[in-house]
């Protein structure tokens, strides 16, 4: 089933992220994983898409191993640092074992990366083209709530969201984020520039106390001073875990008070917590 019609056709879902190992032996560890997260009969799961495409053979497998639990899988695919034949035979693969849902994504710039002759595709608006132009893919897209980190300036982040919808994004996933404010006034700001498809926010419960510096370092984005006072509070993870899940499930009842058309978990490493926040928003 199509992710734009799952979205449009229940109140509001909940979906999860996982990560193909990055290690081929590592791959029925994964799928255990897989197996326990479905039980909990998320709308769709999404899989990564390595960067560099490292671990492209993995999404797929993984991607085939949620649609056998019987959940619907949204695969992520990355083209920076692919040739135009290899993006070519990840749509073959994912086409021909029955995957209709993928998040085009240009993936992070690698360090040194120069554009090599064979490389094709700059950004991620040009993949959405690409792979919209095959007629069966449902696209979704990144957005950044507190702004990708290359873009100068909001408005120009929304006007290349906006191009990406025009090339055929169905829908948006957000970064994560812990601010609901800033969710709100990104949606409104898109609107306002003509983004219409529906903006999914992704979430993820705060778990651990060194995730105080880690999440603003590596997703570029803030912790509210409310949460960094709650969890400086605490002197062990799982007291910093239980703060997280409290601020969760504030978060997601206010989102899904505001009408938001999904739940969208990063779920890594915090499925336990998942599953306690989502005993409580429901
Ligand atoms: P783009 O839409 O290309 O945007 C990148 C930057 O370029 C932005 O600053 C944008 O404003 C600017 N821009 C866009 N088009 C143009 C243009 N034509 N000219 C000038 N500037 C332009 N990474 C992975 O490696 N694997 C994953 O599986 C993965 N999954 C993700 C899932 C989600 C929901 C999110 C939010 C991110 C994910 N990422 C993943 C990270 C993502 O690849 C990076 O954030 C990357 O740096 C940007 O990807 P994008 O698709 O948003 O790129």
């Known amino acids: 089933m199509k992710i734009k019609d799952i979205i449009n056709n229940k109140k509001v879902t909940v979906s999860f992220e996982v ?24 709308s769709f799961m999404s899989v990564t898409y390595g960067a560099a ?15 056998e639990g019987g959940v619907e899988p949204l695969s992520h695919l990355t083209c920076l640092t692919s040739t135009k034949e290899k993006i070519d035979s990840v749509l073959d693969e994912l086409e021909a074992n029955g995957i209709e849902n993928v998040l085009a994504l240009r993936g992070d710039i690698p360090k040194d990366f120069e554009m090599g002759e ?13 792979i919209k132009a095959r007629g069966k893919f ?16 909001m408005d120009t982040d929304i006007y290349w969201l906006k191009k990406k919808m025009e090339m055929g994004a169905e ?3 957000t970064q994560l ?4 404010r800033k969710y709100f006034d990104f949606v409104e700001r898109a609107r306002q520039a003509g983004v219409t498809i529906p903006i999914i926010p992704g979430i993820k419960p705060f778990k651990k106390l060194s995730q105080l510096s880690i999440i603003p370092k590596t997703f ?3 912790l509210p001073e409310e949460l960094t006072q709650e969890v400086l509070k605490c002197n062990t993870d799982a007291e910093a875990q239980q703060v997280g899940i409290e601020w969760c499930v504030q978060q997601c009842k206010e989102l899904i008070a505001h009408g938001v058309p999904s739940l969208h ?7 336990d917590s998942i599953r306690e926040v989502a005993k409580q928003i429901y």
């Open 53 to 67: 495409g490292t671990t492209s053979g993995f999404t797929t497998e993984i991607a085939n191993a949620i649609k």
């Open 118 to 130: 064979n490389q094709y595709f700059h950004h991620a608006f040009e993949l959405v083209n690409e």
């Open 265 to 271: 978990f990063y779920s890594v490493g915090a499925t």
């Open 220 to 222: 570029k984005v803030d």
């Open 19 to 42: 990560f193909p190992p990055k290690q081929w032996d590592k791959i029925a560890n994964t799928k255990k994983i897989v197996e326990e997260m479905v039980k909990d009969k998320p």
């Open 138 to 153: 449902c696209v979704g897209a990144a957005c950044y709530p507190e702004k990708h980190e290359e873009a100068p300036n």
């Open 171 to 173: 829908y948006a996933v």
């Open 177 to 180: 984020f812990y601010d609901n």
